[in-house]
């Protein structure tokens, strides 16, 4: 059971030092750093036109640190007789590494707050929430938001998102129902499970963004505001459906290959618009889609080693997906690697919370546990040494316990929260491989 430590909560800024707790009522800048582990809130933005800054002139910004309680980094909101009423408008939050909270920067109904030049890593829920219906010009800049489950919530109309680099959160950007006419620009959006979530159904402009090795790049079909973005290496994409190849291949084979192109929309062929390209280039390289977006192809190898094929669609609006696969010539050789179920948080992108930790190469060196009410998952969070390769088998002699005696384990392809997204294995049994 969390216990947060209460205090009675003191004006503070300029001159005034901020305590864990406090308001910060005139402009104030961090002279170290702010552990406040077991609190609710770290500061309370206390009043209108101000600035938190955390610039460190002789080294790294100054960090505000909790400890993944329910509590806030930086929160903007007061409580009046009527409740949560509204935040204090034109703040600004500049130059901190905000880490650990439940989420670090929450902005209720305010208008003209900015947030910049910060590293938001590693809260247990949100990364930035802007929230509360009302919440306008709204201005998220030039910032790194990092290993949050969600990198930014949006829940507002009229934001700003622009120039961040959003890596390795479980959803790079989610906007709820109630969000819309937001602008999302310029944006590198990396290595996340999913880099946006649009939910809203309404037109939010997603423009000039960069999405780069991402599970799945747009986690809905995206809307007509979402034009000119650039979306490279992604496992999973709407425009572009590739099937994967399952062995390899000797000298003189020949090689198929199949894909389908849409608009970005994920729904409507995408006609005549892929280009493909092989290195090491092969002069029997031979394609042709048709009216439906579908694409046919071969090619014949005739040296030994790796090919990769690379995908290229540029669509009606303007968004170019690229996506390369490898095949693989001549003999190849095979070693296992081990991986243990950790209850350690991962670090790539992955599912992170209550029931998604990692899988890693070091042993436990006790007991661990994790929970939640239907399943839990864990995916690795190491590497391999060998970058290129297939997956042939898995061998899961399983040793671990489940609380409700479950007899199955599952595998999939491609660790994901949402079961429409995943590619499922049958269920196997605690001792047993797939392939």
């Known amino acids: 059971m969390f216990s947060a430590k209460t205090a009675k909560a003191d004006d503070c800024g300029s001159s005034t030092v901020c305590k864990c707790g406090d308001n910060v009522t005139t402009n104030y800048t961090l002279t170290s750093d702010l552990n406040c582990s077991g609190w609710g809130t770290a500061l309370n933005i206390g009043a209108d036109n101000i600035t938190i800054s955390g610039n460190n002139p002789s080294g790294e910004n100054f960090k505000i640190v909790g400890d993944g309680s329910n ?22 939050i500049e130059n901190l590494t ?15 707050v900015i947030v910049q030049h910060t590293n938001i890593n590693s809260n247990n829920f949100d990364g930035i929430f802007l929230y509360g219906g009302v919440v306008t010009d709204a201005t998220i800049t030039k910032n790194i938001i990092t290993l949050n ?14 120039n961040n680099a959003i890596t390795s959160n479980e959803t ?34 997603l423009t000039n963004n960069n999405f780069y090795y991402n599970n799945r790049a747009i986690g809905s079909p995206a809307n007509s ?10 496992l999973n994409n709407n425009a572009l459906v590739i099937q994967p190849p399952t062995n390899t291949y000797q000298l003189g084979d020949t090689i198929h290959f199949t894909a389908s192109t849409f608009n970005e929309d994920g729904t409507t062929a995408c006609m005549h618009c892929a280009t493909i390209t092989l290195s090491p280039s092969e002069t029997s390289l031979t394609y042709a889609d048709n009216v439906s977006g579908n694409i046919t192809g071969f090619f014949i190898p ?6 990769s094929l690379t995908f290229s669609v540029t669509d009606s609006g303007g968004n170019k997906t690229e996506r390369q696969i ?9 070693q ?23 899988m890693l190469s070091d042993a436990p060196n006790g007991s661990e546990s994790w929970q939640c009410i239907k399943w839990v998952q864990n995916s690795p969070d190491v590497e391999p040494i060998y970058p290129l390769s297939f997956l042939a088998n898995v061998n899961d002699n399983i040793f671990y316990t489940t609380f409700n005696n479950s007899p199955f384990m599952g595998v999939e392809r491609y660790a994901d929260h949402n079961g429409d997204l995943v590619d499922y294995s049958v269920n196997i049994p605690q001792s047993g491989s797939v392939s």
């Open 71 to 92: 509590g806030i980094g930086i929160s903007n909101h007061y409580n009046d007789s009527d409740g949560y009423n509204k935040g204090y408008n034109n703040a600004t």
């Open 98 to 112: 905000v880490t650990g909270f439940m989420r670090g920067i929450s902005i209720y109904a305010a208008s003209g």
């Open 149 to 162: 489950p969600s990198g930014i919530d949006v829940a507002v109309s009229g934001s700003s998102i622009t």
């Open 172 to 205: 790079g950007i989610s906007f709820s129902v109630n969000s819309f006419n937001n602008t999302i620009n310029g944006n590198t959006i990396t290595s996340n499970n999913i880099g946006i979530v649009d939910n809203s159904g309404k037109l939010n402009s």
């Open 225 to 234: 505001g979402f034009l000119s973005n650039n979306l490279f290496g992604n």
């Open 302 to 307: 005739t040296r030994i080693g790796t090919y």
């Open 326 to 334: 490898l095949y693989f010539v001549g003999n190849t050789s095979s």
């Open 336 to 358: 296992t690697t081990r991986y243990y179920f950790r209850s350690t948080g991962t670090t790539h992108g992955q599912p992170y919370g209550t029931d998604a930790y990692s």
